[in-house]
């Protein structure tokens, strides 16, 4: 199979905490090698495009700036898009701020039109409850991603999801929900880059997120064995591969 653009998930896909899977490090280096820049897409919030850029480096995976698309820059962008004037809470932590602050989005603790959602390991009852409330009073609830939990070495965590869907639950609004399987990242990168969806693939581990990103999105999808979903159950992936390396 031969793409111009190879969109990565990270997690489980790229590393695993902070270990390299050493297939996708090969593979990577050798669509590099033949003059192939990947893409990378994460719905991960919490860092800003340059700790995501070093994060790979320390992986030993050059990667462009401008090839990294995280559920924080399409948050930002989706409410610039589809919103003017807003003044936004947030629940959320630093690379979701500075992807709101470059779209030039207001950051405000009172009077919010929209709340803004992403992982927060500082959050506490009164942030949650000061969201809820700006909810009922008419603020719009955009979230940075849907995954209700997230898994670590001890087990299953808290997700975005699951604070997303508290708040949600107490003030009886929905979600405006951005990282995938929303295709919007897959969409940023094509704009961005000039792309038809027939030069795209989304290589990925969870099925609910990533293969369902590009199967809503219409482009080729690749699953790969090593992270959340058992290669069994990616049901509606286009290629279901055990490590990357297969595809070399
Ligand atoms: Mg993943």
Sequence with gaps: MQYKAYCFDLDGTVYRGNEPIASAVTFIHALQAKGIEPFFITNNSS???????????????????????SSALATAS??????????????GSHGLRDAL??????????????VVVGIDKDVNYMKLAIAAVALQQGATLVSTNQDIKFPTE????????????????????????????????????????????EEMVLIGD??????LCGVNYGI????????????????????????????L
């Design 47 to 69: 860092k800003t495009v340059a700790e995501l850029q070093a994060t790979l480096l320390n992986m030993g995976i050059i990667a462009q700036a401008d090839h990294i698309y």
């Design 78 to 91: 989706y409410i610039t898009e589809n919103f003017t004037g807003e003044r936004a809470m947030l629940i």
């Design 101 to 114: 602050q470059r779209e030039g989005i207001e950051i405000v603790e009172h009077g919010a039109s929209v």
């Design 154 to 197: 001890h087990g299953f965590v808290p997700g975005n999801g699951a604070f997303t869907t508290l708040i949600a639950d107490v003030a009886s609004v929905t979600p405006h929900y951005v990282g995938k399987p929303s295709p919007r990242m897959l969409e940023m990168i094509a704009r961005d880059h000039h792309l038809r969806k």
């Design 206 to 211: 969870n099925h609910d997120t990533d293969i």
């Design 220 to 247: 080729a999808t690749i699953h790969v064995a090593t992270g959340v979903t058992p290669s069994a159950d990616a049901t509606q992936a286009t290629y279901r591969i055990n490590e990357l390396t297969d595809l």
